[in-house]
């Protein structure tokens, strides 16, 4: 090699090694830049209801593809087998027991009665809080029910739960105008009608994030369907009838396949804005369907909305994050609760969550990111302190008041030790066979935490 060519091929390698620090500077800043997050929860979507799920009411292509770009969990729980509080779950990261939310939430009456409070007590964590403080722009389109509504006017606004800005249903401290006309869930005057309401929170979703392209964005998403009722829009009515009833399964099927239309708007919308690559999706529900229409929304599992059977609190779970959770894959055993958002996304997206802060979830992000586990610690649940306030599923689907979750294991009881029932979760995730008569030191065992978890619960009235 001559002098000349030698001392170009050395001046090329200085090049590259001065430039190595800039490149690794770069990929370095392009590692810790925030993820934007965006939680999808569904409104009484039965886990049978996605085509990913096993599902067959009708196609659902958008929440397939989601499912096809990230991890499908099959081990998830809601908080509650109810809204508002499975609601307050995730907010909070804690039992919604603890913040005495016990079943939806409706007049002050019916509170009463229920033994639950108006509305979610400000001094609650949030999620939503605790990212806005690490420099996150924070919204909240769609569905609230943790206060405001009906007589209760006295609801706390959302920025005191830590939202930049949101748009939200009647179910609210401040219920957005174009959903709400008259004093009511819907109305035939809203300007943004019933079959068009997912459509504008995706819109408000995009338009929000849109707008701060220069900044993380934490939003929640969850828009009102799937939930009853189901109104088609007029001029095209569904399966050849129009019109449709909003309670008959026809509707829910119209229903079902535009909301899906609506998830790939949300999916096509970030990739035109260059948003998708370093945005964690989550899709859920908050609990089970309603009606089920002969157990075929809720999968091949046991009871519904309102029901602590599996069918009221196992939830579709999927978690898309480009090139940091693996694509295309589902976990079949590794459980995670609705509390365990809050521990896990702080970590993922790097948070501090204040020392203050003791909640119930466990940071699951190993798990997210690849790394199967099981989770070790119980899950608890209620739901039904009386018999006043409380709707229950009839028949076979009515399941006791209480139920907790150890490993494979998941007991049901009534708060006075009555009506038990045990079930390997694993081996019979229908709840099919009563094991508590077999397993007598299980059954005691598990009894007597989940009677202990029910006593350290406040009770409206405790000082």
């Known amino acids: 090699m001559d002098g000349t060519r030698l001392a170009r091929l050395l001046a090329g390698i200085v090049l590259v090694l001065s430039l190595l620090p800039v490149f690794a500077q770069r990929r370095a800043g392009a590692a810790q830049s925030p993820p934007n ?12 209801d996605v085509g990913a799920y096993g599902g067959r009411f009708v196609p659902t292509p958008n929440i397939d593809r989601l499912a096809a770009s990230g991890l499908k969990l099959t081990q998830y729980y809601s908080g509650a087998p109810i809204c508002s509080p499975s609601r307050a779950s995730i907010l909070t990261g804690m039992q919604p027991g603890k913040w005495n939310f016990t079943t939806f939430l409706d007049s002050k009456k019916h509170n009463k009665d229920a033994e639950q409070i108006d509305y979610l007590n400000t001094e609650a964590p949030s999620i939503a809080r605790f990212f806005k403080h690490s420099g996150y722009a924070t919204g909240h389109f769609g569905k609230w029910h943790m206060g405001g509504g009906r007589d209760v006017t006295d609801a706390p606004g959302f920025v005191q739960y830590g939202f930049d800005e949101h748009a939200s249903t009647y179910e609210s401290p ?22 068009d309401r997912s459509r504008y929170f995706v819109d408000r979703t995009l338009d929000f994030m849109k707008r701060h392209r220069e900044q993380p964005c934490f939003v929640n998403l969850w828009p009102d369907d799937v939930h009853t009722p189901w109104v088609p829009e007029p001029e095209t009515g569904y399966a050849g009838k129009s019109p449709v009833k909003p309670q008959e399964e026809a ?9 899906d239309v609506q998830i790939g708007r949300l999916l ?171 397993e007598e030191k299980l059954t005691k065992e598990l009894s007597a935490k989940l009677v202990a978890w029910w006593k350290s619960l406040p009770k409206l009235g405790d000082n």
């Not at 509707?251 to 909301?259: I, M, T, W």
């Not at 958002?341 to 997210?368: C, F, N, Q, W």
């Open 174 to 195: 401040e219920p957005d105008p174009a959903i709400t006309a008259t004093n009511w869930i819907w109305s035939e005057k809203d300007s943004i009608k019933r079959w």
């Open 268 to 438: 096509d919308g970030l990739h035109e804005l260059g948003l998708a690559e370093n945005t964690i999706i989550i899709f859920t529900s908050d609990n089970g369907a309603l009606p089920t229409f002969g157990g075929k929304r809720s999968g091949g599992l046991r009871g519904s909305k309102l029901s602590l059977y599996e069918g009221g609190i196992r939830m579709p779970f999927i978690i898309c994050w480009p090139g940091r959770i693996p694509a295309n894959r589902t976990d079949d055993r590794s459980e995670l609760h609705a509390t365990d958002l809050l521990p896990t996304l702080s970590k993922l997206a790097g948070v501090k969550i204040p020392e203050s802060y003791h909640g119930d979830g466990v940071d699951r992000s190993g798990m997210l990111l690849g790394k199967p586990s099981l989770r070790k610690k119980e899950m608890f649940w209620e739901y039904g302190r009386n018999d006043v306030a409380y709707n229950y599923p009839k028949n076979n689907d009515r399941s006791p008041r209480l139920a907790v979750r150890s490993g494979e294991w998941k007991l049901l009881m009534d708060a006075d030790g009555t009506r038990l029932e045990l079930y390997n979760i694993v081996k019979d995730s229908a709840e099919t066979t009563n094991l508590e008569a077999t």
């Open 37 to 48: 997050i965006i939680i999808i929860l569904t409104d009484d979507m039965g886990y049978g």
């Open 251 to 259: 509707a829910f099927k119209g229903g079902l396949k535009e909301y």
